[in-house]
């Protein structure tokens, strides 16, 4: 998912292992915002990666089991995938990084071997996103031993947001951010919104065009990030109660909410839901499109398509 603008509005880059792309309303603010976006992505990378050996979070991990003093950053940023995990009910849980290393997810992305003839590993629940114990007046964390954090479902989404949120206050423009797909809007947007084009990893086909007014827009797939294990694809969206794979009919779910965190957490936890998601969408008033793995669309909560319908977001 990226936007449609064209032209000398969009400076695009590579960071978290994802492609991080920004718009602005006014072409002058331009250079400005890529710095603000690239200092941004660049200290959350050193505070959040799982895979960087310097990072905090990678420091954390490796105390599991003892009290850790954290900077502001990182306890806000727990703070934040503990939120989701409860709105969520447990679907979108920060302690599943564990079960992403079993299955051989332990570096960036880009260096996972296509396939591995390894077996997949067995059942094994996550430690559970309430067995992150944080005091805030003394800024301190503990996680159970063995358990390997991974905000992977959050941070991006969540630093979309700010981002999104100091650009349009710092310069006075409207602004996207778009990083791999978690899409977030501040300030005032051009006229009929920001146009942001839904793309399908499975077909590398560009799917439908939504118009975005303010809010966040996330899509969350099991094609993208996937790869073989033990004869079998095996894909990154992780069931908490399994440690595996989450099993689900859904190939993509898109989802429009108030937030980019919250569409971001939305749609992770419709993947794993399979089924049921439409009904647990559609009871949260949350604007979703799922296409199944054959391509069939279902829709919530008076999805817009295109332009010339009701832009999602507003």
Partial sequence: MGAASKGPLAYRTRALGTTAEIVVSDPHALVEASRLLE???????????????????????????????????????????????????????????????????DRDFAAILDATAAPLPAREAAPGWRSIEIDRDRRSVRIAPGTVVDLGATAKAWAADVIAGVVATRLGVGVLVSLGGDVAVGGAPPEGGFAVALHDAATSVQGETVALLGGGLATSGIWRRRWSRGGQFVHHIIDPETGLPARTPWRTVSVAAASCLEANAASTAAIVLGEGAPEWLEARGLPARLVTERGAVATTANWGTGRASTPVGA
């Fill in 39 to 105: 200092r941004r992505l660049e200290r959350l990378d050193e505070v959040a990666s799982r895979f960087r050996v310097d990072s905090e979070l990678f420091a954390l991990c490796r105390a599991a089991g003892r009290e850790v003093r954290v900077s502001g950053e990182l306890l806000e940023l727990l703070d934040v995938a503990l939120v989701m995990a409860e709105a969520t009910d447990g679907r979108v849980d920060p302690t599943v990084g564990g079960a992403l290393c079993r299955l051989g997810y």
